[in-house]
């Protein structure tokens, strides 16, 4: 199967062929690499899909993670595409339990980064929410993680600012 003809395919804002390419890889658990080299593709379209054809076989066999945790860290997360960005701070924050402390030092890096230098809102609110956990038990961290947040409390989109906020109060109360 010719992956980027299929994640190609389609209306922009949609799936396109997305759930076939995800049929295919748990039926031909081979091609997951295949599929993982999408998330750096210059088309955004392509690694958009890519990414969300990722998470959902994560999701589904958690088999899969083991195999690429650390390049979802060390490799992927050098992807241009915010939506890429934005779909690495979803796994990150749905699989933190089964990072090493090396990977979590690094999406530690990361999310600090991506939230600071960010201006999709939904990379904004969900990287708020990463730093808000990843500041559970490192007071440290806990401070970076407010700077940021008290920044982006006057974004001027709501689901940021308030998210912001929230993630002040949580973590003032803590350090």
Known sequence: MDFVKELQQGKPNSLGNTLAVVKHVEANPASFNKLLKLL?????????????????????????????????????????????RLGLIILYFDFLSKYTEEQVKEI???????????????????????????SKKDPTFALKAIEIAKALQKDPRKAVAGKAKKVVAALSSRV
């Open 40 to 84: 750096l593709n210059e088309d955004s379209i392509v690694a958009m899909r890519a990414m969300n054809a990722t998470k959902r076989i994560l999701r589904a066999d958690s088999n899969y993670f083991a195999k690429c945790q650390d390049d979802l860290v060390f490799k992927y997360s050098k992807a241009k595409a915010s939506v890429v």
């Open 108 to 134: 530690k890096k990361l999310a600090l980064k991506w939230t600071k230098d960010a201006s999709d809102w939904m990379v904004l609110a969900q990287g708020l929410k990463l730093l808000e956990r990843l």
